[in-house]
Protein backbone atom coordinates (compact mmCIF):
# COMPACT_ATOMS: atom_id res chain seq x y z
CA UNK A 1 0.00 0.00 0.00
CA UNK A 2 1.51 3.61 -1.02
CA UNK A 3 2.17 6.03 2.00
CA UNK A 4 1.25 9.76 2.02
CA UNK A 5 4.10 12.05 0.73
CA UNK A 6 4.12 13.97 3.98
CA UNK A 7 6.73 12.80 6.78
CA UNK A 8 6.22 11.96 10.07
CA UNK A 9 9.01 12.65 12.43
CA UNK A 10 7.93 11.55 15.71
CA UNK A 11 4.99 11.35 17.95
CA UNK A 12 2.48 13.20 16.10
CA UNK A 13 0.44 15.71 18.67
CA UNK A 14 -2.82 16.16 18.25
CA UNK A 15 -3.96 19.98 17.32
CA UNK A 16 -6.58 22.17 19.85
CA UNK A 17 -8.77 23.82 18.13
CA UNK A 18 -8.91 26.36 20.69
CA UNK A 19 -5.46 27.01 18.71
CA UNK A 20 -6.83 27.93 14.89
CA UNK A 21 -6.96 31.50 14.13
CA UNK A 22 -10.57 31.35 13.03
CA UNK A 23 -10.84 29.87 17.31
CA UNK A 24 -8.75 33.12 18.10
CA UNK A 25 -10.56 35.40 16.22
CA UNK A 26 -14.22 34.62 17.47
CA UNK A 27 -12.97 34.69 21.14
CA UNK A 28 -15.30 38.17 22.88
CA UNK A 29 -12.82 40.27 24.54
CA UNK A 30 -13.62 40.06 28.19
CA UNK A 31 -15.51 37.06 27.67
CA UNK A 32 -14.62 33.99 30.37
CA UNK A 33 -13.39 31.99 27.50
CA UNK A 34 -11.00 34.53 26.36
CA UNK A 35 -10.13 35.43 29.84
CA UNK A 36 -8.64 32.03 30.09
CA UNK A 37 -7.49 31.75 27.10
CA UNK A 38 -4.98 34.38 27.36
CA UNK A 39 -4.31 33.75 30.58
CA UNK A 40 -2.41 30.83 29.27
CA UNK A 41 -1.44 32.07 26.15
CA UNK A 42 -0.33 35.90 27.34
CA UNK A 43 1.53 36.46 24.17
CA UNK A 44 -1.41 36.42 21.80
CA UNK A 45 -3.44 38.42 23.28
CA UNK A 46 -2.80 41.53 21.48
CA UNK A 47 -2.83 40.08 18.08
CA UNK A 48 -6.04 37.85 18.71
CA UNK A 49 -7.84 41.22 19.22
CA UNK A 50 -6.86 42.61 16.67
CA UNK A 51 -7.46 39.37 14.19
CA UNK A 52 -10.80 39.19 15.38
CA UNK A 53 -11.50 42.76 13.64
CA UNK A 54 -11.95 40.89 10.52
CA UNK A 55 -15.05 38.56 11.66
CA UNK A 56 -16.29 41.72 13.96
CA UNK A 57 -16.73 44.06 10.71
CA UNK A 58 -18.61 40.97 8.91
CA UNK A 59 -20.66 40.74 11.92
CA UNK A 60 -21.91 44.53 12.47
CA UNK A 61 -25.09 45.32 12.46
CA UNK A 62 -24.38 49.39 11.69
CA UNK A 63 -25.94 49.01 8.28
CA UNK A 64 -25.59 47.28 4.81
CA UNK A 65 -22.49 46.97 3.16
CA UNK A 66 -21.61 44.62 0.13
CA UNK A 67 -19.54 42.97 2.36
CA UNK A 68 -21.82 41.87 5.11
CA UNK A 69 -24.27 41.52 2.43
CA UNK A 70 -22.77 38.97 0.81
CA UNK A 71 -21.27 36.79 3.98
CA UNK A 72 -24.64 36.58 5.29
CA UNK A 73 -26.48 35.27 2.36
CA UNK A 74 -23.71 32.25 2.08
CA UNK A 75 -21.87 31.87 5.33
CA UNK A 76 -24.73 32.82 7.76
CA UNK A 77 -27.27 29.82 6.15
CA UNK A 78 -24.32 27.70 6.50
CA UNK A 79 -24.47 28.13 10.12
CA UNK A 80 -27.56 26.21 10.63
CA UNK A 81 -26.10 23.39 9.03
CA UNK A 82 -23.55 22.83 12.06
CA UNK A 83 -26.50 21.73 14.00
CA UNK A 84 -25.96 18.67 16.13
CA UNK A 85 -28.85 16.89 14.22
CA UNK A 86 -27.14 18.09 11.06
CA UNK A 87 -23.59 16.87 11.24
CA UNK A 88 -24.26 13.81 13.59
CA UNK A 89 -27.28 11.71 14.58
CA UNK A 90 -27.95 8.00 15.44
CA UNK A 91 -27.78 5.06 13.26
CA UNK A 92 -30.91 3.15 12.10
CA UNK A 93 -31.47 -0.22 13.82
CA UNK A 94 -30.29 -2.79 11.57
CA UNK A 95 -27.48 -2.89 9.54
CA UNK A 96 -27.61 -3.13 5.85
CA UNK A 97 -24.84 -5.79 4.44
CA UNK A 98 -22.42 -4.36 1.93
CA UNK A 99 -18.86 -5.22 1.27
CA UNK A 100 -15.90 -2.78 1.71
CA UNK A 101 -15.23 -1.87 -2.13
CA UNK A 102 -19.06 -1.80 -2.40
CA UNK A 103 -19.81 0.21 0.35
CA UNK A 104 -16.71 2.99 -0.74
CA UNK A 105 -18.26 2.75 -4.86
CA UNK A 106 -21.46 3.69 -3.62
CA UNK A 107 -20.72 6.32 -0.92
CA UNK A 108 -18.25 8.24 -3.46
CA UNK A 109 -20.35 7.94 -6.52
CA UNK A 110 -23.14 9.46 -4.42
CA UNK A 111 -21.15 12.50 -3.09
CA UNK A 112 -20.32 12.77 -6.45
CA UNK A 113 -23.83 12.96 -7.78
CA UNK A 114 -25.21 15.53 -4.70
CA UNK A 115 -22.21 17.90 -6.04
CA UNK A 116 -19.01 16.73 -4.89
CA UNK A 117 -16.04 17.28 -7.64
CA UNK A 118 -13.69 15.02 -6.10
CA UNK A 119 -14.09 11.91 -3.59
CA UNK A 120 -12.09 9.29 -2.39
CA UNK A 121 -11.74 7.18 0.97
CA UNK A 122 -8.88 6.95 3.45
CA UNK A 123 -8.17 5.74 7.05
CA UNK A 124 -9.43 8.16 10.10
CA UNK A 125 -5.74 8.17 12.02
CA UNK A 126 -6.28 9.48 15.84
CA UNK A 127 -3.65 12.00 15.20
CA UNK A 128 -5.85 14.33 12.62
CA UNK A 129 -8.93 14.60 15.24
CA UNK A 130 -8.79 18.15 16.79
CA UNK A 131 -8.05 17.46 20.98
CA UNK A 132 -10.64 19.96 21.52
CA UNK A 133 -13.11 22.05 20.27
CA UNK A 134 -12.49 25.54 19.83
CA UNK A 135 -14.41 26.98 16.54
CA UNK A 136 -18.44 27.91 17.06
CA UNK A 137 -21.26 27.34 16.87
CA UNK A 138 -21.17 25.77 20.57
CA UNK A 139 -24.66 24.07 21.67
CA UNK A 140 -25.99 24.50 25.64
CA UNK A 141 -29.41 22.89 25.15
CA UNK A 142 -30.61 19.30 23.63
CA UNK A 143 -33.98 21.07 22.54
CA UNK A 144 -35.91 18.86 20.35
CA UNK A 145 -36.86 20.59 17.15
CA UNK A 146 -38.51 17.56 15.45
CA UNK A 147 -38.53 16.02 12.81
CA UNK A 148 -35.60 17.15 11.47
CA UNK A 149 -33.49 17.46 15.37
CA UNK A 150 -34.46 14.64 17.77
CA UNK A 151 -32.05 16.60 20.35
CA UNK A 152 -28.18 15.74 20.75
CA UNK A 153 -27.34 12.38 19.23
CA UNK A 154 -25.33 10.08 21.99
CA UNK A 155 -22.13 10.32 19.65
CA UNK A 156 -22.17 13.90 19.81
CA UNK A 157 -19.09 15.40 20.74
CA UNK A 158 -17.64 18.54 21.00
CA UNK A 159 -21.21 21.04 22.48
CA UNK A 160 -18.79 23.51 23.93
CA UNK A 161 -15.99 25.65 23.94
CA UNK A 162 -13.25 23.73 25.37
CA UNK A 163 -14.80 19.98 25.41
CA UNK A 164 -12.84 17.38 24.28
CA UNK A 165 -13.33 15.81 21.15
CA UNK A 166 -14.03 11.73 21.59
CA UNK A 167 -14.16 10.47 17.80
CA UNK A 168 -13.66 6.58 17.24
CA UNK A 169 -14.65 6.01 13.62
CA UNK A 170 -11.97 4.15 11.15
CA UNK A 171 -12.53 5.80 8.43
CA UNK A 172 -13.35 9.26 6.18
CA UNK A 173 -14.69 9.65 3.19
CA UNK A 174 -12.91 13.03 1.97
CA UNK A 175 -14.62 15.04 -0.77
CA UNK A 176 -13.68 18.42 -2.78
CA UNK A 177 -15.34 21.16 -4.45
CA UNK A 178 -14.12 23.35 -7.25
CA UNK A 179 -14.97 27.46 -7.11
CA UNK A 180 -15.61 29.34 -9.94
CA UNK A 181 -11.79 30.46 -11.04
CA UNK A 182 -12.92 33.59 -12.76
CA UNK A 183 -15.08 34.57 -9.57
CA UNK A 184 -12.44 34.36 -7.63
CA UNK A 185 -10.47 36.44 -9.68
CA UNK A 186 -12.39 39.40 -8.81
CA UNK A 187 -10.80 39.12 -5.61
CA UNK A 188 -10.20 39.54 -2.54
CA UNK A 189 -13.42 41.57 -2.20
CA UNK A 190 -16.99 40.72 -1.20
CA UNK A 191 -17.34 39.36 -4.05
CA UNK A 192 -14.50 36.62 -3.46
CA UNK A 193 -16.30 36.01 -0.26
CA UNK A 194 -19.29 35.19 -1.76
CA UNK A 195 -18.22 32.43 -4.09
CA UNK A 196 -15.90 31.14 -1.06
CA UNK A 197 -18.83 31.12 0.93
CA UNK A 198 -21.21 29.62 -2.01
CA UNK A 199 -18.82 26.24 -2.37
CA UNK A 200 -18.62 25.84 1.51
CA UNK A 201 -22.23 25.65 1.91
CA UNK A 202 -22.38 22.87 -1.00
CA UNK A 203 -19.68 21.04 0.97
CA UNK A 204 -21.19 21.21 4.23
CA UNK A 205 -24.55 20.10 2.88
CA UNK A 206 -23.63 17.04 0.75
CA UNK A 207 -21.22 15.88 3.79
CA UNK A 208 -24.37 16.08 6.13
CA UNK A 209 -26.06 14.05 3.28
CA UNK A 210 -23.73 11.76 2.79
CA UNK A 211 -23.27 11.08 6.35
CA UNK A 212 -27.17 11.12 6.55
CA UNK A 213 -27.04 7.98 3.72
CA UNK A 214 -24.80 6.08 5.83
CA UNK A 215 -25.94 6.45 8.98
CA UNK A 216 -29.43 5.24 7.18
CA UNK A 217 -27.64 2.23 6.06
CA UNK A 218 -26.75 1.45 10.12
CA UNK A 219 -23.59 2.67 10.71
CA UNK A 220 -22.63 5.61 12.51
CA UNK A 221 -21.25 8.58 10.67
CA UNK A 222 -20.51 12.57 11.40
CA UNK A 223 -20.22 14.96 8.98
CA UNK A 224 -17.06 17.78 9.18
CA UNK A 225 -17.76 20.84 7.22
CA UNK A 226 -16.37 24.73 7.44
CA UNK A 227 -18.90 25.33 10.45
CA UNK A 228 -18.42 22.07 12.22
CA UNK A 229 -14.64 20.45 12.06
CA UNK A 230 -13.40 18.04 14.18
CA UNK A 231 -11.23 16.63 11.86
CA UNK A 232 -7.87 18.65 10.36
CA UNK A 233 -9.25 18.15 6.24
CA UNK A 234 -6.37 18.56 4.66
CA UNK A 235 -4.32 15.73 6.08
CA UNK A 236 -7.55 13.56 6.08
CA UNK A 237 -7.60 14.06 2.39
CA UNK A 238 -4.08 13.24 1.78
CA UNK A 239 -4.88 9.87 3.32
CA UNK A 240 -7.51 9.16 0.93
CA UNK A 241 -6.12 10.12 -2.06
CA UNK A 242 -7.37 13.58 -3.18
CA UNK A 243 -3.60 14.72 -3.37
CA UNK A 244 -0.98 15.81 -1.04
CA UNK A 245 0.16 18.90 1.41
CA UNK A 246 1.71 21.32 -0.75
CA UNK A 247 4.03 24.24 0.31
CA UNK A 248 1.09 26.83 0.80
CA UNK A 249 -0.64 24.24 3.36
CA UNK A 250 -3.15 23.34 0.98
CA UNK A 251 -4.63 20.35 -0.37
CA UNK A 252 -2.82 20.21 -4.01
CA UNK A 253 -4.96 17.83 -6.40
CA UNK A 254 -3.67 16.80 -9.94
CA UNK A 255 -6.24 18.70 -12.25
CA UNK A 256 -7.85 21.51 -9.95
CA UNK A 257 -4.57 22.34 -7.87
CA UNK A 258 -5.36 24.80 -5.00
CA UNK A 259 -8.62 25.34 -6.12
CA UNK A 260 -11.07 23.18 -3.67
CA UNK A 261 -13.01 23.56 -0.65
CA UNK A 262 -13.06 20.17 1.02
CA UNK A 263 -15.08 18.59 3.83
CA UNK A 264 -15.42 14.99 4.59
CA UNK A 265 -17.43 12.33 6.84
CA UNK A 266 -16.00 9.93 8.91
CA UNK A 267 -17.68 6.86 9.45
CA UNK A 268 -17.53 3.21 11.13
CA UNK A 269 -19.00 1.71 7.74
CA UNK A 270 -16.54 -0.75 6.96
CA UNK A 271 -14.94 0.83 3.41
CA UNK A 272 -12.41 -0.39 1.27
CA UNK A 273 -9.36 2.60 0.57
CA UNK A 274 -7.99 4.41 -1.94
CA UNK A 275 -3.83 4.74 -1.95
CA UNK A 276 -3.14 7.89 -1.05
CA UNK A 277 -1.07 9.63 -4.66
CA UNK A 278 2.11 10.67 -5.07
CA UNK A 279 1.98 13.44 -7.96
CA UNK A 280 5.29 14.68 -7.57
CA UNK A 281 4.13 17.70 -5.47
CA UNK A 282 6.64 17.90 -2.79
CA UNK A 283 9.33 18.33 -5.17
CA UNK A 284 7.66 20.50 -7.49
CA UNK A 285 6.95 22.99 -5.07
CA UNK A 286 10.43 22.37 -3.58
CA UNK A 287 11.72 24.58 -6.89
CA UNK A 288 8.49 26.36 -7.56
CA UNK A 289 7.93 29.17 -5.19
CA UNK A 290 5.52 31.07 -6.84
CA UNK A 291 2.77 31.23 -4.03
CA UNK A 292 5.76 32.32 -1.61
CA UNK A 293 6.88 35.38 -3.69
CA UNK A 294 3.06 36.36 -4.54
CA UNK A 295 1.72 36.11 -1.45
CA UNK A 296 0.69 39.84 0.02
CA UNK A 297 1.31 38.62 3.79
CA UNK A 298 4.44 37.25 3.32
CA UNK A 299 3.02 34.48 4.94
CA UNK A 300 4.20 31.31 2.85
CA UNK A 301 8.00 30.23 3.54
CA UNK A 302 10.33 30.00 0.97
CA UNK A 303 12.62 28.19 1.96
CA UNK A 304 12.60 24.70 3.53
CA UNK A 305 10.22 22.65 5.30
CA UNK A 306 10.32 22.58 9.25
CA UNK A 307 8.89 19.80 11.85
CA UNK A 308 5.36 20.97 13.06
CA UNK A 309 4.10 18.60 15.63
CA UNK A 310 5.82 15.69 14.43
CA UNK A 311 5.16 16.23 10.76
CA UNK A 312 7.58 17.68 8.51
CA UNK A 313 6.17 20.31 6.02
CA UNK A 314 5.80 23.99 4.55
CA UNK A 315 4.42 26.19 7.55
CA UNK A 316 2.31 28.69 6.45
CA UNK A 317 1.97 31.83 9.00
CA UNK A 318 -1.92 31.93 9.60
CA UNK A 319 -1.75 34.77 11.52
CA UNK A 320 -0.04 37.12 9.29
CA UNK A 321 -2.42 35.62 6.59
CA UNK A 322 -5.75 36.47 8.56
CA UNK A 323 -4.15 40.06 9.33
CA UNK A 324 -3.88 40.65 5.80
CA UNK A 325 -7.70 39.86 5.28
CA UNK A 326 -8.16 41.61 8.15
CA UNK A 327 -6.72 44.77 5.86
CA UNK A 328 -8.55 43.98 3.01
CA UNK A 329 -11.68 42.98 4.19
CA UNK A 330 -12.07 39.75 2.81
CA UNK A 331 -10.59 35.81 2.27
CA UNK A 332 -7.40 36.22 -0.13
CA UNK A 333 -7.15 33.65 -2.80
CA UNK A 334 -4.02 34.97 -3.82
CA UNK A 335 -1.84 31.70 -3.30
CA UNK A 336 -4.62 29.61 -4.77
CA UNK A 337 -5.30 31.24 -7.83
CA UNK A 338 -1.37 31.74 -9.00
CA UNK A 339 -0.35 28.41 -8.33
CA UNK A 340 0.44 26.50 -11.80
CA UNK A 341 -1.92 23.76 -11.20
CA UNK A 342 -4.68 25.91 -10.11
CA UNK A 343 -6.65 25.92 -13.56
CA UNK A 344 -9.97 25.27 -14.74
CA UNK A 345 -10.04 21.67 -16.27
CA UNK A 346 -9.09 21.69 -20.10
CA UNK A 347 -7.55 18.89 -22.39
CA UNK A 348 -3.91 21.32 -22.41
CA UNK A 349 -4.20 21.85 -18.43
CA UNK A 350 -4.96 18.05 -17.56
CA UNK A 351 -1.77 17.28 -20.10
CA UNK A 352 0.60 19.51 -18.26
CA UNK A 353 -0.86 18.63 -14.96
CA UNK A 354 0.06 15.05 -16.11
CA UNK A 355 3.51 15.81 -17.37
CA UNK A 356 4.11 18.02 -13.92
CA UNK A 357 3.30 14.65 -11.57
CA UNK A 358 5.59 12.87 -13.68
CA UNK A 359 8.67 15.12 -13.98
CA UNK A 360 8.35 17.49 -11.25
CA UNK A 361 11.89 18.07 -11.77
CA UNK A 362 10.73 20.43 -14.47
CA UNK A 363 8.94 22.95 -12.49
CA UNK A 364 11.61 25.34 -13.10
CA UNK A 365 11.03 25.79 -16.90
CA UNK A 366 7.31 24.74 -16.12
CA UNK A 367 7.03 28.18 -13.78
CA UNK A 368 8.84 30.26 -16.25
CA UNK A 369 6.00 29.05 -18.67
CA UNK A 370 3.17 29.90 -16.10
CA UNK A 371 4.31 33.22 -15.30
CA UNK A 372 4.96 34.16 -19.79
CA UNK A 373 1.43 33.09 -20.40
CA UNK A 374 -0.85 33.50 -16.36
CA UNK A 375 1.53 36.58 -15.55
CA UNK A 376 4.22 36.57 -12.88
CA UNK A 377 1.91 38.22 -10.24
CA UNK A 378 -1.59 38.42 -9.43
CA UNK A 379 -3.93 41.04 -10.83
CA UNK A 380 -7.35 41.53 -9.61
CA UNK A 381 -9.92 41.29 -12.44
CA UNK A 382 -13.56 43.33 -12.95
CA UNK A 383 -16.23 41.15 -11.23
CA UNK A 384 -19.26 40.49 -13.05
CA UNK A 385 -21.98 43.42 -13.83
CA UNK A 386 -24.79 41.61 -12.21
CA UNK A 387 -22.74 41.24 -8.64
CA UNK A 388 -22.87 44.75 -5.64
CA UNK A 389 -19.36 45.77 -4.62
S1 LIG B 1 -4.52 33.58 1.42
FE1 LIG B 1 -3.38 35.40 0.69
S2 LIG B 1 -2.39 36.17 2.54
FE2 LIG B 1 -3.03 34.08 3.00
S3 LIG B 1 -1.27 32.78 2.53
FE3 LIG B 1 -2.55 32.84 0.67
S4 LIG B 1 -1.73 34.55 -0.54
FE4 LIG B 1 -0.94 34.78 1.53
S1 LIG C 1 2.51 27.82 -6.22
FE1 LIG C 1 4.19 26.41 -6.51
S2 LIG C 1 5.09 26.17 -4.47
FE2 LIG C 1 3.07 27.05 -4.19
S3 LIG C 1 1.73 25.31 -3.86
FE3 LIG C 1 1.66 25.76 -6.05
S4 LIG C 1 3.23 24.43 -6.94
FE4 LIG C 1 3.62 24.51 -4.73
Not at 24 to 52: C, F, M, Q, W
Amino acid sequence: MAEPTYEITGAVERFDERDTVFAREALVPGSANEKIYHETNPHLRDIDLRLGRFITDKLDRSGPTWGRTYYQTVFGALAHLAMPGCVDGQPSPGRMDLTPARAARMVKSLARYLGADVAGVGPLKPEWVYSHRGARPFFKTEEPNLPLFEGMPETYTGRLYGDVIELTHRHAVAMGFAQNLDILKAGPSEVSDLEVGRVYAKSALVACQVAAFIRSLGYAARAHHVRSYCVLAVPVAVDAGLGELARSGHLLHKICGLNLRLSCVTTDLPLEHDAPVDIGVQEFCERCVKCARTCPAGAIPDGRKTVVRGVRKWQMDAEKCLMYWSRVGAACLVCQLVCPWTKAPSLLHNTVAHFASKAPWAAGALVLADDLFFGRTYKRRSKPDWMGG
